[in-house]
Each structure stands twice: as structure tokens, then as C-alpha cells.
């Protein structure tokens, strides 16, 4: 590697970080919409090549991102977008020098790349997409679930930068028996207990579309060490469960996984709306995959007062999940009617889009103000989230109550 390139791909990440992790936080909080809600909101570099955000918890870290920052932003700035790790050590540096990434197990030619080798030897494939929480809004969910209770900062949108994995899996030559692919990190990298690691798989048919990439670039600069410096797994309309972090190892599978995290966890059931009842027993699951579309308001509160006459202009965001957005429609009395919004510029299928209507509020009163986003694959946002025990998949249709007069 040369130096210069060397430098380059370092990107100030090489650093020791989390070795002053927070103790306790103290001083500013945010309140999340539901029972319990409150949360340190902690300065800007509390933790490495972050801005301020709101702590869920300290070690392995989880920060969600202040959703007023979706507002300001289309594509979240990188120290502003959420953090989830789920091994209490995770690495705290990375030596761009010596990290590889190994593609191997059912293949004709398993290899080990450099960082070099791979920015170098691979064509570039640069889109937009959200990297979204299985559990993003998962505070929110009735009856209540364990596990994170985030508001819905547990995603952002940024412009991705990678390789194919496709053109990866090419230059191996994957078995034509294979049937997934499994993906490793740093993590599981021998100073932990071989029986604690973190590992995914996807069908190999995911793998291989071409959109699913390994990036090595996020809003053009490095990615963040904790956001997975210097390589990470992104799954375009996939939930990010599977965008592995600190990538350093590709395994070609004959078979499902067996793995904890694809065989016990996130797993979901395994009906069209991936929902059951909280009493029910003995329903099948599946590891969950897609996302479904969302969408929001911004830069309007709950109880914001709104003249009755003239116009406002609403605004927000939405994404179509796995499928591009097909239309955003708002509603002013509740979902009674619904009528469609305009959208913003198109930036491809996976990632925000931004929307806005021009609202008016003739009578004085209370209006509850709806905004539902539907795909091209004809899935719509619900009006009640669905229910699992893993509180996963929430798109509930968003409201505000205003006050018109
Ligand atoms: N190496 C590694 N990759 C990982 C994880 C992890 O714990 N370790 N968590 C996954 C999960 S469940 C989520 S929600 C995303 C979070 O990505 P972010 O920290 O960049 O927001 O990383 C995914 N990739
Ligand atoms: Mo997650």
C-alpha cells in the first residue's frame, strides 16, 4: 500500500476510541414519544466522530440520531447518524494497513483483499439508501417489547460508495450448489470467545443482484468507526441487521445459516404482514429481510398552532422500503380522505424522498394531520403496526394534532 493511499483510507479512523466512554450522562435529555421516554442527550464528541446525540446505551454503544436532524438534512450528516452494536467489546481501532477482507467457503478460488485491492481492482457502484434498525421505532410498539426502546432515530440516509458484491463473489467462483452467503467482522476476530460473534447470511440470490454492495465510502468520507470503518455490508431496502460492520469476512454457504443471529434472532413471522397477536404460541418465524415504506413529517410538533387563514405548506420525508416509492398522500381529518403530495427530486428507489402539500385550516379546531407512503410493490403503511416479539417492522402511518385558529 502506498502511503498517500495508505493516509487516505486511514481517514482519521485509526484511532483509540470509547476509551473514556461516557460514565453516566448528565446535563441535556430528549423525550421519546412513549412511556419512559426520556434520554440523555449527549454533547458533540462524547463519543468518537459523533455530534450530540441520544443515548440509549453506553457499551457497545447505541445512539439514535434527533429526528430533527431528518429535517435539516435529506442525507444525515455522518456524525449524526445512529449507532448499534451488540458485543460489549467492539473493536476501538482499526489499522487500515493490515486489515483484509476474506471471500471463501463454497467457492473455486478463495481470496484475501487488501483495502487497496478492493477500492482498486473492482468497478465503483455509488446510490443512495437508508440503513434503517429492524427495532427503529420499536418504543412505540403495543403492548410494549424488550430490547432498545428507540424513537424513530434508528436509521438515516446517506449516498454509498462500494463495490458490488456480485463482482466479489464473480472473482471466487461460487459453487452451483451454494445457497447463501455469510458475512463475519472484526468482531469475531479471536479476541472474543469464538462462541460471541456477530454474523449474518443472505440468500445468495440477495447477494448476487448487484445492488448489494461492500462500501467503503458513506456521504464521501470514510465511514465513521463506529458506523463500521473501514468496510461495511450495505442491503439496499433491507433492514440493516444485515449491513455488517468492520467487514473482514465473506463465507459462500451451501445452507442456511445455523448462526444465533440468523436462527434465534430477528426473526419474524412468517405470514404476508409478518405480525401476530401477543397471545399467540407455536406461530413459524423467519429471519426478517425487507423494509416496508415510511414516511413523516418535519418541522412541526404536536400541538403546533396553524392559522386558519392562508395556506401552510407541510413537509417531510418517506421512503419506499425495498420497493421505490410509488406516492405519498397526506390527510388533515384523521385519515378520512387522504390526497396525494407533491414529491421532491427522485434519488433512486432506496433512498429519502422528500414531500410537501400545501394545507389549509379553514375553521378554527383541532386537525390531526396523516402522512402514508406507498411503494411500487403495492404495500401501503398501515394504520397499526404490526405486532411481533422482536417489536420489529413498525411503519405505523405518522400524525400530528395541530390547532387551527
Ligand atoms: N459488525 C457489526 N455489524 C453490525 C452490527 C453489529 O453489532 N456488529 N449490528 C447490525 C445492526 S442490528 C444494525 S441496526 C446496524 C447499525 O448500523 P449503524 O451502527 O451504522 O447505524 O449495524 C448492523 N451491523
Ligand atoms: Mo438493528
Known amino acids: ?12 479512523a485509526a484511532i483509540a476510541v470509547l476509551a473514556a466512554l461516557p460514565r453516566g450522562a448528565r446535563g441535556a435529555t430528549v423525550t421519546l414519544p412513549f412511556g419512559n421516554g426520556e434520554r440523555p442527550l449527549v454533547p458533540a464528541g462524547t463519543f468518537p466522530q459523533k455530534g450530540e446525540m441520544i443515548l440509549q446505551r453506553t457499551r457497545p454503544p447505541l445512539l439514535e440520531t434527533p ?12 456524525d449524526l447518524a445512529f449507532v448499534r452494536w451488540h458485543l460489549g467489546d467492539m473493536p476501538t481501532s482499526v489499522d487500515p494497513a493490515t486489515y483484509r477482507l476474506r471471500i471463501g467457503g463454497a467457492v473455486r478460488r478463495p481470496y484475501e483483499l487488501t483495502l487497496e485491492d478492493l477500492v482498486r481492482g ?34 438515516f440516509n446517506a449516498i454509498w460508495t462500494g463495490v458490488p458484491l456480485r463482482a466479489l463473489l ?33 440468500p445468495l440470490r440477495r447477494a448476487n443482484d448487484g445492488v448489494t454492495m461492500v462500501a467503503f465510502r458513506m456521504n464521501g468520507a470514510y465511514l465513521p468507526l463506529l458506523n463500521g470503518y473501514p468496510l461495511r455490508l450495505v ?5 440493516s441487521t444485515y449491513w455488517m460492520k468492520m467487514l473482514t469476512e465473506i463465507e459462500v454457504l451451501e445452507h442456511p445459516s445455523t448462526d444465533f443471529w440468523m436462527a434465534k434472532a430477528y426473526r419474524i413471522p412468517d405470514r404476508p404482514d409478518g405480525g401476530m397477536r401477543p397471545d399467540e404460541t407455536g406461530v413459524k418465524m423467519v429471519p426478517i429481510g425487507p423494509m416496508r415504506p415510511r414516511s413523516f413529517f418535519t418541522g412541526i410538533a404536536n400541538g403546533a398552532r396553524v392559522p386558519t387563514s392562508g395556506a401552510l405548506t407541510l413537509r417531510g420525508f418517506g421512503f419506499g ?49 396523516m402522512v402514508r407512503a406507498r411503494n411500487v410493490a403495492g404495500q401501503m403503511q398501515p394504520m397499526r403496526a404490526v ?19
Not at 412505540?140 to 434508528?154: D, S, T
Not at 445457497?179 to 469475531?188: C, G
Not at 442491503?235 to 433492514?239: D, E, L, S, T
Request: positive net charge.
Open 235 to 239: 442491503v439496499p431496502g433491507w433492514f
Open 170 to 202: 464473480a472473482r471466487a467462483g461460487v459453487s452451483p450448489k451454494a445457497t447463501h452467503v455469510a458475512f463475519r467482522s472484526l468482531e469475531s476476530g479471536g479476541i472474543f470467545p469464538p462462541d460471541i460473534q456477530f454474523e449474518k447470511a443472505l
Open 1 to 12: 500500500m502506498t502511503q498517500s493511499r495508505r493516509s487516505a483510507l486511514a481517514g482519521g
Open 122 to 155: 473492482f468497478p465503483h457502484r455509488r446510490l443512495a439508501a437508508v440503513n434503517q434498525c429492524a427495532g427503529n421505532s420499536r418504543g412505540l410498539i403495543e403492548p410494549r417489547v424488550a430490547g432498545a426502546q428507540w424513537g424513530n432515530g434508528a436509521m
Open 321 to 369: 422500503g425495498n420497493a421505490a416509492l410509488r406516492a405519498i398522500d397526506i390527510s388533515e381529518d384523521a385519515g378520512a380522505s387522504w390526497r396525494p403530495a407533491t414529491l421532491g427530486p427522485d434519488h433512486g428507489p432506496y433512498g429519502f424522498r422528500e414531500w410537501h402539500a400545501v394545507a389549509r385550516f379553514p375553521k378554527a379546531g383541532d386537525y390531526r394531520l
Open 387 to 405: 405486532w411481533n416479539p422482536g417489536g420489529y417492522l413498525y411503519n405505523q402511518v405518522e400524525h400530528v394534532d395541530v390547532v387551527a385558529g
Open 67 to 78: 429526528f430533527a436532524v431528518f429535517g435539516n438534512n435529506l442525507y444525515t450528516p455522518n
